[in-house]
């Protein structure tokens, strides 16, 4: 499966974006799906993912602040992000896993994810 991200930008703090990432196939009922960022020299982290069953799950930093939701078309996955703190800057990627019938111990684990997007950038001023 192909992912495109769209959607980042410039932003003072305080602000708000919503990240679009659309697959190039039906995801909704055999992928997991997940929101990662990653800034220079810093590992890759999990912001937010999804599964199959609807379960999510957000990292501590963005609990609150940020919703991960799927479209009313299969293929497209949405990530708003609200009330954004410079912190908040990053590339932010989109990625994809195939389900495999049980849930993922570590959803937010960038090894656990096989399919990615090229990314797009989230910059927050303050």
């Known amino acids: 499966v192909q992912l495109v991200e769209s959607g980042g930008g410039s932003v003072q703090a305080g602000g708000s974006l919503r990240l679009s990432c659309a697959a190039s196939?039906?995801?909704?009922?055999?992928?997991?799906l997940a929101w990662f960022r990653q800034t220079p020299g810093k590992e890759r982290e999990g912001v937010a993912a999804?599964?199959?069953?609807?379960?999510?799950t957000y990292a501590d930093s963005v609990k609150g602040r940020f919703t991960i939701s799927k479209g009313s078309a299969k293929n497209i996955l949405y990530l708003q992000m609200d009330s954004l703190k410079p912190e908040d800057t990053a590339m932010y990627y989109c990625a994809a896993d195939t389900a495999r019938g049980w849930p993922k111990i570590f959803p937010l684990a960038p090894n656990e994810y096989d399919y990615w997007g090229q990314g797009t950038q989230v910059t927050v001023s303050s």
């Open positions: 999804i599964d199959y069953d609807g379960r999510i």
């Open positions: 196939e039906d995801v909704y009922n055999d992928y997991f």
